[in-house]
C-alpha cells in the first residue's frame, strides 16, 4: 500500500489548517466578534427600557389624570357658599374634603417617586447609548484589520487547497477517502505511524492480531481514535 503520497497530501494539508487556524485565532476576530454580542445586548436593553419608559408615562399620566380631578373636586368644594349650607352638610363636605386632601398626598408622592423612576431610566438609556457607540466602533476597528489579515491569508489558503487537489489523483481512492471522512470530522493528524506497537495518534496499544494485520494491509484504523495508523519499517 503506497503510503508516502497520503503523508504528503497530509503534510501539505496541515499548512491548510495552520493558515485557517491563523484567522480563527486572530485577536481582531475575537473582538469584533464579541462586540456583536455587546451591540445585541446594548439593543435588547434598549428595547426594554423603551417599553419601561412607555409604561411610566402612561403610569404618570393616568396619575396626573386623577390628580387633577381631585384638585379639581377640592377646588370646588372650596367654592362653595357656606351660609347656604345645613350643619349635616357641612360636616359631610369636612369628610370629604379630608379624604381628598389625603388622596392628593398620597398621588403627590406617587407621581414624585415615578418622577424618579423615568430619571433612572433615562440615566440607563444614556449609558447603554454610550456602550452601543462603543461596541459599533470597536466593532468597526477590528473587523476593518481582520479583513486585512483575511485577504493577506485567504488568498494562500485558497492556492494550497488548489495544490491540494492536484495531488488526488495520485493517491489511493481508499485511502483519500479515508482521509476526507475524518478529515470533515475534525480529525488531525490522520495517517499516524505505528509507534511502540501503539497508536501514534492517541496511544493506544495495538493487539498482536491487529498487529499482524496492519503488517500485511499496510494500514489499520485504530478503534480508538479513528486514526489510520500505518507501519513504517524505519520506526519498527
Ligand atoms: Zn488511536
Known sequence: MKIDKILEYQKRDFEVIKLERQLLSSEDRKVYRAMIDVVNVAQNNSNALEKEASNLKKEYDNLLKTYNENLKNCNAMARKDLNNVTEADLQNLG????VLIKNLSVIEKKLFNIAERINVCLNQFDATKKKYSEARAKYNDHKQKYDKLASEINPKIEQAKQ????????????????????????IFPIYVPLTDKACGGCRM??????????????????????????FDEKNN
Open 163 to 186: 495544490e491540494l487537489q492536484k495531488l488526488e489523483s495520485g493517491i489511493d481512492e481508499v485511502l483519500l477517502a479515508k482521509y476526507k471522512q475524518r478529515r470533515a470530522d475534525k
Open 205 to 230: 496499544e495495538i493487539p498482536s492480531a491487529s498487529l499482524e494485520k496492519l503488517k500485511k494491509d499496510g494500514f489499520l484504523e485504530c478503534e480508538h481514535c479513528r486514526r489510520i495508523i500505518y
Open 95 to 98: 369628610k370629604v374634603s379630608e
